[in-house]
């Protein structure tokens, strides 16, 4: 997906968001988007957004003198998350579609990206909120923005399965769909692949092993440093995987923003959290999607 014209004033707001969460100085917020700005002149419109994180990343970091300022976010996020488990749990054994829910779930987990905007939420309230919306708007089975049915198709075919995994904290909803999904097909071979270097509240790979995503899958980095999984930056180990595995799952809006125009079929899990991005896919901001792309060309 392209960079939008109306995606450039939210990379600024996004230090101002920042700013205020690290309590930065006014000059500090400056000299960060001073080195954006300059940085917009040279990259192209072609670009996808989360490519433009990375260096505005390193700034912070050099500000901050830290590798990992969301470190502290993040383990508060995966906390937060654990503590909801067993009620998420509870909700799809209860459920007579236990997959569809865990799917839902995994997608409204994200709400949990509070971390970044510094804004305390009832996370629970939240997630029983959106899945309520969820519910009453997208019929599901027959809905192209839910696409169920070619998920179950697939998944049923499939004897390899690589998810991409997004946020901290969200990691852990991912946990239970990732669960659910080697309860119902036992065979299947689950790899889930993360980032090993930090960037923003991404998850690493060792917050997958802090929660337990290693007893579904197999954990791997896809060597990538941006906020969503721009492939000529990932590791060959990686890419061999994404290209042969048989269903490739991705979460979260920036991968998205990174692979929607992909040449293989991808399922994408996100909620639509801006007006550019939910006009692309054809929702509404706050929408839970499960969007099924295939290839452009053979």
Same mark, same amino acid.
């Given at each position: ?14 230090? !101002? ?9 006014? %000059? ?14 040279? *990259? ?115 004897? %390899? ?29 689950? *790899?889930?692949?993360?980032?090993? %270097? ?27 440093? *941006? ?21 490739? !799952? ?21 909620? %639509?959290?801006?007006? !550019? ?7 509404? !901001? ?13």
């Amino acid at each position: 997906m392209n960079t939008y014209l109306q995606c450039i004033p939210c990379l600024f707001e996004n230090i !101002v968001s920042s700013a205020a969460l690290f309590h930065l100085s006014d %000059t500090q917020a400056k000299e960060i988007m001073d080195h954006l700005g300059s940085l917009l002149k040279e *990259t192209p419109l072609s670009a996808s957004p989360p490519e433009r994180a990375v260096a505005v990343q390193k700034k912070l970091c050099s500000i901050l003198n830290t590798d990992d300022p969301y470190k502290e976010i993040k383990k508060e996020s995966n906390d937060k998350a654990l503590e909801l488990y067993p009620i998420i749990e509870h909700m799809v054994e209860m459920s007579s579609n236990p997959l569809s829910l865990a799917i839902e779930l995994s997608c409204a987990g994200n709400i949990i990206d509070y971390g970044v905007t510094g804004k305390e939420i009832d996370v629970e309230k939240e997630i029983r909120a959106i899945i309520a919306k969820s519910e009453k708007k997208i019929k599901k089975e027959a809905s192209s923005l839910f696409a169920f049915d070619e998920f179950v198709s697939s998944i049923e075919k499939a004897k %390899t399965l690589l998810f991409l995994a997004d946020n901290a904290g969200e990691i852990v909803f991912d946990r239970l769909l990732l669960e659910t999904i080697k309860q119902l097909y036992p065979a299947l071979k689950i *790899t889930v692949a993360l980032r090993d %270097t930090p960037i923003i509240n991404d998850a690493l790979v060792s917050d997958a092993y802090d929660i337990g995503l290693d007893k579904s899958a197999t954990i791997i980095s896809s060597g990538v440093p *941006t906020p969503g999984t721009v492939l000529r930056y990932a590791s060959k180990e990686f890419l061999d995987l994404f290209y042969s595995s048989d269903m490739v !799952v991705s979460k979260g809006q920036g991968n998205y923003e990174a692979l929607s125009e992909v040449n293989r079929d991808i399922f994408f899990l996100l909620i %639509t959290k801006c007006d !550019v991005v939910a006009r692309h896919v054809g929702s509404h !901001v706050g929408d839970i999607l499960l969007l099924n792309s295939e290839p452009t060309f053979q």
